[in-house]
């Protein structure tokens, strides 16, 4: 099944920069595509245009054959990561975990049960509640990772999501990241400019060329331990 797909899409930002030319691609399923490219070749506006947090200049993309925009709108199938954790400084960890779950509504006890769930398979259990200033920055990625999880979405954008931690935290992470992709049977969309994570990561690279962002080529990455 097509679960995202881009067709020819163009952005252009002040009407002279050229984010992204006739940008094509189709993602099924519980793939695990990395967006691999220099700075400034739209990778960002590519996840955003996914999130329906841009539109498009030209061309058009797909969520489930819908709008991104309309899926956000009707569903919680699309939860996206930043780099930064983005977490309420005033808020324990619980309950920037629960922040999505409130907003949608529902059974307070069922909502925190799942909260826990998620922080439970990132490894942060015992940290309920902590506030984000006492914790390690990997830490902070691990809240705001369960935090997207915890509305079950169909598709996860990362947008480098481990680009500001150190190496050791960062190869955790992915490992963890790996999991939980197998576990949740997500979609996932992963920018990064880092050939090495898009090669351990994911399931098919697209490598963009500096501007304007154009998919340059698309690889299939075979691992050398088995996935699912
Ligand atoms: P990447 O994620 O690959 O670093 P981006 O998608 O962030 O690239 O940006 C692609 C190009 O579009 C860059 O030249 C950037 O400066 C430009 N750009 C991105 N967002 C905006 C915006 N909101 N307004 C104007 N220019 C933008
Ligand atoms: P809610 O429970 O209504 O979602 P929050 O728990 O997110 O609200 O925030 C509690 C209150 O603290 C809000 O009224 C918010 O405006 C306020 N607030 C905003 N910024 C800060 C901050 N940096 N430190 C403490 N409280 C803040």
């Known amino acids: 099944m097509e679960v995202v797909s881009y067709q020819r899409v163009s952005k252009v930002f002040n009407s002279e920069t050229v984010a992204l030319m006739e940008f094509d691609l189709s993602i ?8 691999l490219g220099p700075s400034g070749c739209g990778k960002s506006t590519a996840l955003r245009l996914a999130a329906g947090l841009e539109r498009p200049s030209n061309g058009t993309v797909k969520i489930f054959d819908k709008s991104p925009k309309k899926v956000i709108k009707q569903t919680n199938d699309i939860a996206f990561v930043f780099q930064d954790a983005n977490l309420l400084p005033w808020r324990t960890i619980l309950d920037n975990v629960l922040l999505p779950l409130e907003l949608r509504g529902g059974n307070k006890k069922e909502q925190k049960k799942e909260a826990i769930r998620v922080l439970e398979m990132v490894g942060l259990k015992d940290y309920l509640d902590y506030y984000p200033r006492q914790l390690s920055g990997g830490m902070k990625m ?24 150190d190496e050791i935290t960062r190869q955790t992470l992915q490992m963890e990241l790996l999991d939980i992709w197998q576990k949740e049977e997500m979609t996932i969309l992963f920018v990064t400019h880092n050939v090495f994570e898009a090669v351990f990561l994911s399931t098919r690279i697209a490598v963009m060329s500096a501007r304007p962002g154009r998919l340059s080529s698309e690889m299939e990455v075979d691992l050398p331990f088995p996935r699912k």
């Open 28 to 35: 099924k399923k519980g793939e695990f595509v990395s967006f």
């Open 142 to 165: 691990r809240v705001s990772i369960a935090r997207a999880l915890a509305a079950k979405p169909k598709i996860l954008l990362m947008d480098e999501p481990f680009a500001a931690l």
